[in-house]
């Protein structure tokens, strides 16, 4: 039964546009999500303490899980959460849910505007 309200509520959320990556967070201290963009790359999502931390890569193997890291991820965010010590890590699973889809927004858009960019570049170069 848990599978199928799994699927009827990821149905629901498509539909309604409220998750629409199908973000799906899970655990407490931390609360954390991984998944993949539309183009194969590998998102991670993690609260835990007062921080919040997001990140995509090529893959799950270019994660170091080390802030300040000397590799340069494709996308990054980091955010304080909550006024306690701990609050981050308790949050509600719709939190992580809204944020990782702003987020995912905020990288589409970027990726979006590069390809753009490249695209009026190659056109550019070619009439003159």
């Avoid at 944020?99 to 190659?122: A, C, I, R, S």
């Amino acid at each position: 039964m848990v599978g199928l309200k799994k699927k009827l509520k990821l149905w629901w959320e498509k539909k309604t546009k409220f998750n629409p990556y199908g973000v799906w967070p899970e655990g407490a201290c931390p609360v954390q999500a991984e998944g993949l963009t539309k183009e194969g790359n590998w998102y991670y999502f993690r609260a835990r303490g007062g921080h919040i931390r997001f990140v995509i890569c090529k893959s799950e193997d270019d994660y170091t899980g080390v802030i300040d890291s000397p590799i340069k991820y494709l996308f990054e965010k980091e955010l304080e959460y909550g006024e306690g010590m701990f609050q981050a890590g308790w949050m509600p699973h719709e939190d992580a849910v809204r944020l990782t889809t702003v987020w995912l927004n905020e990288y589409y858009e970027k990726t979006q505007e590069l390809k753009l960019n490249k695209k009026w570049l190659k056109k550019l170069r070619s009439q003159s």
